[in-house]
């Protein structure tokens, strides 16, 4: 059974930091890369942060120098550190593998405002 449950979510001021987390099934943290996705509103889901098996990462250029992605591979968590945080980086975050799988979490909502 797929789960993806993510937590840490909340309303924070501009230049702010939040830490994510996620807890997975191995199901899905086996899948060798995992990410951090986020949907503000009226918009597409976008990947903003990309993790291997072997702790290479990738970054979406809105968010690269930022946020800092990261995974317990034992643990099968996935955190995401936000830093420096932008109005422009309100949305819905989402974990999941990439590709994604078919299921998603409920999602953490994270406000940026002042």
């Known amino acids: 059974q797929v789960q993806l449950v993510e937590s840490g979510g909340g309303l924070v001021q501009p230049g702010g930091s939040l830490r994510l987390s996620c807890a997975a099934s191995?199901?899905?943290?086996?899948?060798?890369?995992m990410g951090w996705y986020r949907q503000a509103p009226g918009k597409q889901r976008e990947l903003v942060a990309r993790?291997?098996?072997?702790?290479?990462?990738n970054y979406a250029d809105s968010v690269k120098g930022r946020f800092t992605i990261s995974r317990d591979n034992a643990r099968n968590q996935l955190y995401l550190q936000m830093n420096i945080l932008k109005p422009g980086d309100t949305a819905v975050y989402y974990c999941?593998?990439?590709?994604?799988?078919?299921?998603w979490g409920q999602g953490t909502q994270v406000t940026v405002s002042s």
């Open positions: 999941s593998s990439v590709p994604p799988c078919d299921y």
């Open positions: 191995g199901s899905v943290f086996a899948i060798n890369a």
């Open positions: 993790i291997t098996w072997g702790g290479l990462t």
